[in-house]
C-alpha cells in the first residue's frame, strides 16, 4: 500500500499570512500524523528571507518583506513556485539526518520538472550573511545546467519538520505531485485549514510575521536613528 499524504492548495495571500499558515501547519503536525505539502502563491511581489539574516531595507518600497521561521537566505516570491513540506514527529523523514531528508524531497522536486535536473554534490556548510538563495547553491540543491533550480530551508523542533521551497519555475500543482508521487512512493488526499489552524494562522500574521519586530524592521529603524544623530553631531 502506498503511502498517503495530505496536500493543501492555498489560495493567494499576503506574505504575513504565507508565513503564519506554515507554522500553524507545523504546530498541528502531531494532528494530522502523516507529512502535507502544501503549494501557495503570493497576492503581491514579495520577498522572504532567513531567519539569521538582516531586515532587507532596500526592497521595502517595492516588496513585501517578511522573515522566514526557516533559515537560508533571501528569496524573491512571484514568479517562482512555492510550496512547504511539513512532516510530523512520528514519520521516518524526522528520524534521518537533516541533509538526508532535505535531499530526498528534493529529489521528487526534481522529478518534477520537465527538464534533466541534478542534486548538487558537497559536504560545505551553508553560507552565512546576507546571500540570495539563489546565487549559493548548498548541498542537495536541485541544479539544472549548473545553475540553481530550487532550493529550500528546514527546520525540526518538537513539532516536527519544516521544509520551506522555492522553485524558480513555474510548475502546476499536479506536476510537484507527481514528482512526489515518483519518488517516495505516495499518494495524496486533499485537505483544508481546520477551524482552528485558519484562526491561529491569522493570529500569527497580525501579531508576528506583519511585525516590525519580527521582520527586524524595527531594529533597523534604531541602527539608522543612530547613525543619523552620529552625522548631525
Known amino acids: 500500500m502506498p503511502e498517503t499524504w495530505f496536500f493543501l ?5 499576503g506574505a504575513a499570512l504565507n508565513m503564519a499558515i506554515d507554522e500553524a501547519l507545523v504546530l498541528n503536525a502531531a494532528r494530522r500524523n502523516r507529512p502535507l505539502l502544501r503549494v501557495y502563491s503570493w497576492l503581491r511581489p514579495a ?18 518583506i ?17 510550496y512547504t513540506v511539513v512532516i510530523p514527529r512520528s514519520h521516518r523523514l524526522y528520524k534521518v539526518s537533516v541533509a538526508n531528508a532535505y535531499a530526498t524531497l528534493h529529489k521528487a522536486v526534481a522529478a518534477a520538472l520537465e527538464m534533466k535536473a541534478d542534486l548538487q554534490e558537497g559536504t560545505t556548510h551553508s553560507p ?3 546571500y540570495e538563495c539563489f546565487q549559493k547553491p548548498v548541498p ?16 525540526r523542533s518538537q513539532w516536527g519538520i ?12 499536479g506536476q510537484l505531485k507527481e514528482g512526489f508521487r515518483k519518488t517516495l512512493g505516495v499518494e ?25 519586530q519580527w521582520n527586524g524592521r524595527a531594529k533597523f529603524m534604531e541602527r539608522e536613528a543612530r547613525r543619523r544623530q552620529r552625522i548631525v553631531t
Request: glycine share 12%; with cysteine.
Open 140 to 155: 542537495g540543491d536541485v541544479m539544472v545546467n549548473g545553475r540553481k533550480l530550487a532550493g529550500a530551508a528546514q527546520r
Open 47 to 64: 520577498v522572504s528571507y532567513g531567519y539569521f539574516q538582516k531586515y532587507p531595507a532596500p526592497l521595502a518600497g517595492s516588496h513585501e
Open 9 to 13: 492548495e492555498s489560495p493567494p495571500a
Open 66 to 82: 517578511v522573515r522566514r521561521p526557516t533559515g537560508g537566505g533571501l528569496v524573491y516570491h512571484g514568479e517562482d513556485t512555492t
Open 188 to 212: 495524496f488526499v486533499s485537505c483544508k485549514l481546520f477551524f482552528e489552524e485558519m484562526a491561529l494562522s491569522e493570529e500569527l500574521a497580525r501579531e508576528k510575521y506583519a511585525t516590525d
Open 128 to 130: 552565512k550573511g546576507q
Open 162 to 173: 519544516l521544509h520551506q521551497g522555492s522553485i524558480a519555475a513555474k510548475i502546476s500543482a
